[in-house]
Each structure stands twice: as structure tokens, then as C-alpha cells.
């Protein structure tokens, strides 16, 4: 089990949440309207009770996932409600009926991939490292069955997640994404 001790997890709070902003203001300016960030959380679980500590449910979500690559690696999540991602996609598209379309759908691959390469460059820049996000995939099921199959892939790596649980809102209104990264533990309690 890759344990960090209280100074790691503190720098590693301070680095999400430092990225995290960013990242909000990333989200901002892409959308037209002001973005804030919560970090809810930061800290090491076990991937068995990772899915009972998140609130993802049975309705119906939007998934989209990234691999970290480089210096880092892991993953990211970006898991919206279907309500936020289609308010959403009217917001970036301007239509009114959302259907998730393949030009809707790339509306959503686009906004996971700027808010990812905002995120992991902040990311880098602090640690000295080169890490980027690859392609953004996209994914429309129950909220917890995306979730049990990101879970599932990166626990074939590890055992341990570091669960850092960041939620967006929009104009004081909720924009129910909750944004999930997953490193590598071992690599990151390396240069941490």
C-alpha cells in the first residue's frame, strides 16, 4: 500500500488545489461564465471502497476520461449529471434539443481535453514534470457503472487510489461535475 504521511498529502492538497483553480479558470473562460472550484477531498483510498466514498449513484451520467501520460501517469475523470452536461453542451452549442450527437459529444471530448491539459501543464509546471492527457474518451451510462469501470482499469495498476474529488459551479449554480484524478501513486510519492 503506497502511503503518503501528513506533509505529502498537505503538498499534495496544496498542488491539486493550485491546479484545481487553474483549471476553474480554464473552464471560465472556455464557457463564457464564471467557474468555481471545491476541492472536496484529498486523500488515499482503497479502490474496493473508493466507489462507497464518491457520490455517484444509479442515474444517468456522462463520463469523460483521460489517461495521464508522461512523467506521470493515471488517469482523469470528468463526471457530469446528464442535466449539467446537457445545459452544458447548450451552453457551448447554442442549440436547445441535446441529443448527444457526435458534434455534442465532441463538445464534451473538447471540454475534458482543455480542462485536462490546463490541469496536468499547472500539475507539471509545480512538480518540474511533463505530463499530458491523452485522447478524451467519451462515455454516457449509469454514473456509477463509469466510474466502476475507470475504478476497475486503474486498479489493475494498483491497489490504492488518491482520491482527489474537485466539484465545479456555474454562476452560483451547481454544475454537477465531479473531476477525479488518479496517478500512479508510487510515481507521484516519488517527486512529491
Known sequence: MSQFGKIE??????LVECASKGCSDTFSKWIHSEVAVDLDRVGVVSYSDLSKKVQAGDDVGIGIYLDIQGDLTGGLLYLFDEDSATR???QLTKKKDVTFSSVEQSALLETGNILASSYLSLL???LGLQVVPGPP???HDMAMSILDSVLAEQALVQKDALLCNVKFNQGGKSLNCQFFFLPELERLKKVV
Request: glycine share 6%.
Open 9 to 14: 498529502l498537505q503538498k499534495i492538497e496544496k
Open 88 to 90: 452544458l453542451i447548450q
Open 124 to 126: 507539471g509546471n509545480e
Open 137 to 139: 474518451i467519451f462515455m
